[in-house]
């Protein structure tokens, strides 16, 4: 049986560890060659180390590491070269890499905004542009998905320019279909909620909290991430583009804030 991502170059930036680790690890499993990056090289080698000692089938796909700045456009474009120059394609691309800086309007510095603004919006707009040229050459399509947030939805305490950029990615999504639609080129959103990854682990009170406010009793694991951004990018669904899917347990319809 031909696995669902079979012989598919997918390129995912921030996939060090949480939601991009547990999206590389599943698509490699799935059959797909994976360029994973990160900016810390030492955990990009743990996280391609690690899922090559996880694949679990002999058509289980390839992962290779990238590391560097996913808000650089020149590295930008050196790593969609790597994924060509490897694999012979860039067929899906997911702009994961992303930074949360808390603080109210009255607390931010220009060094704060600017450093958030340059990867989450700044690098996935030029990842979508370099990705997309390179699947125009290639003439068959492909996919491009963002990492929103429920705070692009929804006010948050303390997150003012976090949440600005998470809502400028989905209104990039939409945008982006006025262009890639003729080529062929999806482009969409997932949205998490309150996730369990390493970071939020850290906190012993955030799962507690979470279940307590969270509609179906928990928050999300990377998984139920990862269900839905290959939901998104899978070929079954090409005639989905410019949507972005919330994922975060029903959080979003009543919206309670994490007070301990």
């Known amino acids: 049986m031909t696995l669902p991502f079979h012989n598919q170059t997918v390129l995912i930036t921030g996939a060090g560890q949480g939601i991009g680790f547990a999206i590389a690890r599943t698509l490699v499993r799935q059959g797909a060659n994976v360029v994973l990056n990160d900016f810390d090289d030492t955990l990009t080698l743990q996280a391609v180390e690690a899922i090559r000692q996880d694949r679990e089938t002999e058509q289980a796909g390839t992962c290779i590491a990238c590391a560097g700045d996913a808000s650089d456009v020149t590295f930008i474009d050196n790593m969609v070269k790597t994924a060509v120059d490897t694999f012979g394609s860039v067929d899906i691309a997911i702009a994961n890499a992303g930074i949360t800086i808390f603080g109210d309007i009255f607390t931010t510095t220009p060094e704060a905004f600017q450093k958030i603004v340059n ?19 290639q003439g068959r399509g492909g996919s491009v998905l963002f990492m929103s947030s429920v705070v692009g939805h929804q006010a948050h305490p303390g997150l003012p320019v976090y949440s600005m950029t998470k809502a400028g990615l989905e209104m990039l999504a939409k945008q982006l279909v006025i262009d890639f639609s003729p080529l062929g080129i999806t482009v969409n959103a997932v949205a998490p909620g309150a996730t369990q990854t390493e970071r939020t682990l850290d906190d012993p009170s955030y799962v507690p909290i979470w279940s307590r406010i969270t509609p179906m009793g928990r928050p999300a694991t990377v998984d139920d991430i990862t269900n839905a951004a290959l939901f998104l990018i899978a070929p079954a669904s090409r005639h989905i583009t410019g949507q972005s899917l919330v994922v975060d347990g029903g959080w979003t319809s009543v919206s309670p804030p994490p007070v301990g």
């Open 119 to 137: 990867l989450n919006l700044r690098g996935s707009f030029f990842l979508a542009q370099t990705v997309a040229k390179q699947m125009r050459e």
